[in-house]
């Protein structure tokens, strides 16, 4: 029979293939079942992964999931290793498992599965990026602790997710940015394509000048990486964002110096071919002669 090629590759679809769908429900018979049955069994008799990668539950989508469960049951069985004869810990499906417990269910069915711990972490790891709703910090930190904590190289990673390795270093790479930065990609402040745009600048001081525009000026995607290119009509080479920043910043100093000379407000203006203005404010006659004598000495 041909079977159509997972696209997890290695992943978890591979660890969690089972071979028997019968379900018992003794304990007689789960201490006889072998590992990749599936089983009811009893919610006092499950513990929670210790290797959970997702630790944040939120209230109202476990009510939610409740409501859906209370009407048409678990659709989806959770995934579970036999710790001892008659005890469970959870692989994959903890919110399933949380939203039983409110709804008050007794038992529930599962994979059961033989894993040692680096499979856990390997197994929840997988399962945890396949989620649809993880934005990409979390994925970027599921995929460094994946290499880390599993001991695998990028293109191992990329395998086993069924990745492309430039998506995996993309993703990796997000955890180089400020973590300014990196909060506003987790709350959806930013995209990706914002990220991925702001993350080819070096300098984390201009980095963080690119994301307060964007969200000031609500700016595109492409209009960040106009931005980040630094392109001119005239094809001329532009200062980089730092260097205009920084000049930015110099400008803003020597207002401030020549405002304490003269005690008055002061504005520095500069323009593109080096040449600019010294303007100096006077607010009455005596302030004008003031500012006179003051240039004259």
Partial sequence: MHHKKSALGKGLSALLDTQDSS???SPAELSSKTSGTVATVSVQNIEV?????RTDFKEEELLALADSIRVHGII????VRKV???????????????????????AVPAYIRTANDQSMLE????ENIQRENLNAIEIAISYKRLMHECKLAQEDLAVRI????????????????????QAAIRDNKISMGHARAIITVDDPVAQIKIYNDIVKDDLSVRAVEELVRGTS????????ISEKFLKGIEYKNIQMRLADKYETKVEVKARKNGKGQIVLHY???????RLLETLDA
Avoid: C, W
């Avoid at 992964?49 to 990668?53: A, E, L």
């Avoid at 499906?93 to 709804?103: D, H, K, P």
């Avoid at 607010?283 to 002669?289: A, G, I, V």
């Fill in 23 to 25: 379900i018992p429900s």
């Fill in 49 to 53: 992964n210790p290797f959970q990668p």
């Fill in 76 to 79: 989806q069985p959770i995934t």
């Fill in 84 to 106: 001892h004869t008659d005890k469970f810990q959870i692989i994959s499906g903890e919110r399933r498992f949380r939203a039983s417990q409110i709804v008050g269910l007794k």
């Fill in 123 to 126: 197994m929840a790891l997988v």
């Fill in 162 to 181: 069924g990745k492309d390795r430039s998506t995996v270093s993309n993703y990796l790479r997000l955890l180089k940015l400020p973590p300014q930065i």
């Fill in 233 to 240: 009509k005239n094809h001329k080479k532009q200062p980089s």
């Fill in 283 to 289: 607010f009455s006659t005596d302030d004008l002669n």
